[in-house]
C-alpha cells in the first residue's frame, strides 16, 4: 500500500465515478463537486491506524442476547425480510480457485468509502484514508495476499456498491454496507463484524425530538441504494425523501437548509454530529442491522478466507483496538455493544 503513488484532488462531497491510481495502491475517485463543508472550517483528521491505542475487552454476545437481537432484526424489517443475516460459510485458512485467481493477478481490490469520517475518510494532511473500516480492509488484504503493497483501496458510491463487486470493479466491498435478505440474493457476505441500527440527523436549532418529530412532513436526505432510503421510505410519513450518491452529501445540503434530517446509520451519524457541531442526534433508533463484507456469490472459498481473517482479527484485539482508536472517542466504550458475536 506504501510504494505507489500519484496526486489527486479530494472533495468532501459527492464523488465521480473516474478514478486514477495513486503512489500508495489507492485508486482515487475524483470528486464531481468541491463543496465546502464545515462553516467552522475542515475538520483535521488524526492517525493513520489504531497503533498505541489500548485494546478494549470487547465480548462477544451471549447466544441468548445474539437470538434477541436477530428477532429484533426480523420483526423491524417485517415479514418479507426474515432471512438469516448471519448466515455465512464456515471460516477457512485453505485457499480455493478464487483466492488463488486474485493472488495471479497479484492484486487484491477492495471498494471503501472515502467520505465517512472514523470509518472511511480521507487525511486532507497526508491524502491517505483511514478509518475503522479501512483498518480492516487493510487486515483482510494484507492477510489475503501477505503483502500490503498488493492491496488497492478503491472508492466506491453508496449505491454502486453491488455492482461493482457483481461487475468485478472489485473484489470485496468493506464500506459500513448492511446485511440484508434483498442484497444477499445478489451477493454473498462475509459473517457480521458490527451491530448497527439508523439514526435522524437533525441541524441543532430544530425543535425536533424523536425520529418521528424530524421526518413527518419534513425532506429527508438519505444515500441512493442505502438501507436508511429504504427506511425512511418506507415509513411514508416524509414529505419528500431526497436521496444522494454518497451518505456525506446529505449533511451538505443539511448545511445549505435544502434538507431538515439525515437518516444514516448509527456509526456514520455519529461521525457527523462530531464532525460538524451544528447538527445533533435525535432520540431514538429504527431497524437493528448488522454490517459485513460484500463479495461474489460464486466465489465461496473468498468468503471463508474472509471469515477467517474476521475471526483472527477480532481474537487477537485488533478489532477492539480499532474501534478504539476510530469509534470510542465519540461512540462511547461499549465496543463489546457493537461486536455481533459468534451465531
Request: with cysteine; proline share 4%; glycine share 8%.
Amino acid at each position: 500500500m506504501r510504494k505507489r503513488t500519484v496526486t489527486r484532488t479530494a472533495g468532501r462531497a459527492a464523488t465521480g465515478a473516474a478514478a486514477t491510481r495513486t503512489s500508495t495502491g489507492v485508486l482515487r475517485a475524483r470528486p464531481a463537486a468541491a463543496l465546502a463543508l464545515l462553516a467552522a472550517g475542515a475538520v483535521v483528521l488524526t492517525g493513520g491506524g489504531a497503533v498505541g491505542a489500548a485494546p478494549t475487552a470487547a465480548t462477544a454476545a451471549t447466544a441468548p442476547q445474539a437470538a434477541q437481537q436477530q428477532q429484533q432484526q426480523q420483526q423491524e424489517q417485517g415479514p418479507a425480510d426474515t432471512c438469516d443475516v448471519y448466515k455465512s460459510v464456515p471460516p477457512s485458512t485453505e485457499d480455493g480457485a478464487a483466492v488463488k485467481a486474485i493472488k495471479a493477478k497479484r492484486s487484491l481490490v477492495i471498494g471503501v468509502d472515502q467520505n465517512s469520517y472514523r470509518w472511511g475518510a480521507r487525511n486532507p494532511n497526508t491524502g491517505q484514508i483511514e478509518g475503522f473500516d479501512i483498518d480492516l480492509a487493510r487486515a483482510i488484504g494484507t492477510a489475503l495476499m501477505g503483502d500490503p503493497d498488493k492491496v488497492v483501496l478503491k472508492p466506491v458510491a453508496t449505491a454502486d456498491r453491488i455492482d461493482a463487486v457483481k461487475k468485478g470493479r472489485v473484489d470485496l466491498i468493506v464500506r459500513t454496507m448492511t446485511i440484508n435478505c434483498k442484497r444477499m440474493e445478489d451477493v454473498a457476505f462475509s459473517k457480521p463484524y458490527f451491530n448497527t441500527t439508523q439514526r435522524v440527523l437533525v441541524p441543532k436549532a430544530s425543535l425536533a425530538k424523536t425520529i418521528d418529530d424530524a421526518i413527518k412532513d419534513r425532506t429527508v436526505c438519505a444515500a441512493d441504494g442505502s438501507t436508511a432510503q429504504a427506511v425512511v421510505t418506507g415509513k411514508k410519513t416524509a414529505q419528500k425523501v431526497v436521496t444522494v450518491e454518497n451518505q456525506l452529501d446529505c449533511l451538505v445540503l443539511m448545511q445549505l437548509g435544502k434538507v431538515d434530517a439525515t437518516m444514516t446509520d448509527t456509526g456514520l451519524a455519529a461521525g457527523q454530529a462530531a464532525q460538524d457541531q451544528t447538527v445533533r442526534m435525535v432520540d431514538g433508533e429504527a431497524q437493528p442491522e448488522v454490517m459485513g463484507i460484500a463479495m461474489l456469490k460464486e466465489s465461496p472459498d473468498l468468503t471463508a478466507r474472509v471469515n477467517q481473517v474476521l475471526a483472527d482479527y477480532y481474537a487477537r484485539g485488533d478489532w477492539a483496538r480499532s474501534y478504539d482508536h476510530w469509534l470510542k472517542p465519540y461512540m462511547g466504550n461499549e465496543a463489546d455493544h457493537y461486536w455481533p458475536g459468534t451465531h
